[in-house]
């Protein structure tokens, strides 16, 4: 039984990057071997186990064929006669297809300390178009590392794949674990990049990539072009290390500006409704947990108003921050309020610009939840009112306190 560390770890490691997590490739081993050294079985597939103490995966070596479409299309084949070499040349990526062994010898039987060299994403073998998934892979770490380039046969067997159809066979859970993961790279907007680059995002986000080549006026979108802005919005919530709701948000906030008819261009009335509907559209195709669903439908709506919201009355902040269930849900309504900075500062030559409306809409909201509402209503009953004056009275007192800011 020979034990080496694969992937990721040795990537990182050689890349000077922290590491994190550890995968362990055994070969020469069976099951039942693992079993009586205490290792915990984990794998559906294929043999997968946990280190009895470090809870590390210890996976056996293992070789695979495609047997349909898809993600799932796979048989595996784990047995002792299988080689690290076979192990390894299924991985996707040549990086990602090196192993370390416990004396610390690399074992890089496919070129992939060359490509870490040379910032290079190739993948090991044609058997990288057997699974539709990698392209997800390869354009996340485009977002990880955003000065690595796709090899040109890379490029060009991804197309391919694309062109049979393949990436529509993804299934919706593992798209969306993926576009996840690379939202919240250093640089998300390159994993959107490189996913048009090959024709993939217009089969997986085809609201997104209708955005470029769309213009938008000059005077507020020194970039024009609104899908170079959703990618700029996108950078500049990894620039403030935004969650994944806002992240997600950003992503969708401007969606509906690709149906805007070309008459109207470069203007976009009205696209606010537009977004959240498409929004909304996208989160069921890919089963978006519900918290980044519910932030972008609002985002996508209401997005707008919040920055005009420094011209607005008292009484028109009130029904903003009414309308966002800012009152009972006050962390959403703070993390729509990242999403609308990170807008506003998501266009060329503005990134550093002030957003004060963040600050307005927050005092505001922080007034109102230090409202006395009991010595209100207490003060109603005494005057004998009931019901939907009660009601009226809050709102009264809601208003004022915001009046009283001015």
């Known amino acids: 039984m020979q034990l080496y560390q694969v992937g990721g770890v040795v990537r990182d490691r050689l890349l000077g990057r922290p590491v994190s997590d550890v995968d362990w490739v055994v070969v020469g081993a069976r099951p039942d071997e693992m079993l009586a050294q205490g290792y915990l079985p984990v794998g559906k597939d294929f043999p997968v186990f946990l280190h009895p103490e470090t809870h590390e995966e210890y996976a056996l070596a293992r070789t695979e064929r495609k047997t349909g479409p898809g993600y799932h299309g796979f048989d ?28 610390g010898q690399l074992i890089d039987p496919y070129g992939g300390q060359r490509d870490l060299d040379a910032r290079m994403f190739r993948h090991v073998s044609e058997a990288f178009a057997e699974d539709p998934v990698r392209i997800l892979r390869l354009a996340r770490f485009g977002a990880r590392f955003p000065d690595f380039a796709v090899a040109p046969e890379t490029q060009a067997l991804m197309q391919q794949m694309v062109a049979a159809g393949e990436v529509d066979a993804l299934v919706a859970e593992r798209v969306w674990q993926e576009l996840a993961r690379g939202l919240m790279e250093a640089r998300p907007s390159r994993m959107f990049e490189l996913l048009r680059s090959c024709g993939a995002l217009a089969r997986l986000l085809p609201e997104l990539d209708a955005l470029f080549g769309v213009p938008q006026p000059a005077e507020h979108h020194p970039e024009i072009d609104c899908g170079l802005h959703a990618l700029m919005v996108l950078d500049q919530c990894a620039r403030v290390d935004a969650p994944l709701t806002v992240r997600y948000a950003c992503l969708c906030h401007d969606l509906g500006k690709g149906l805007t008819p070309e008459d109207l261009l470069p203007r976009h009335i009205a696209h606010e409704g537009r977004s ?5 559209q996208v989160s069921e195709r890919w089963r978006v947990p519900r918290d980044c669903a519910e932030l972008a439908e609002l985002v996508a709506r209401e997005h707008t108003h919040v920055h005009q919201s420094e011209g607005f009355s008292p009484s028109a902040r009130l029904r903003l921050i009414e309308r966002c269930d800012g009152l009972r849900r006050p962390e959403r309504f703070e993390q729509m309020l990242q999403a609308c900075e990170c807008d506003a500062r998501g266009r060329l030559g503005l990134e550093e610009r002030d957003y004060p409306q963040r600050a307005l809409l927050q005092r505001d909201l922080g007034t109102l939840q230090g409202l006395d509402l009991a010595a209100v209503s207490a003060d109603a009953l005494a005057r004998n009112l009931k019901g939907v004056d009660i009601g009226r009275a809050i709102q009264a007192a809601r208003l004022a306190a915001l009046e009283a800011l001015a």
């Open 276 to 280: 959240a509907r498409l929004a909304r």
């Open 76 to 103: 595996f084949h784990a047995a002792p006669e299988v080689t690290l070499e076979q192990d390894l040349a299924r991985r996707d990526l040549t990086i990602n297809a090196m192993a370390q062994a416990s004396d």
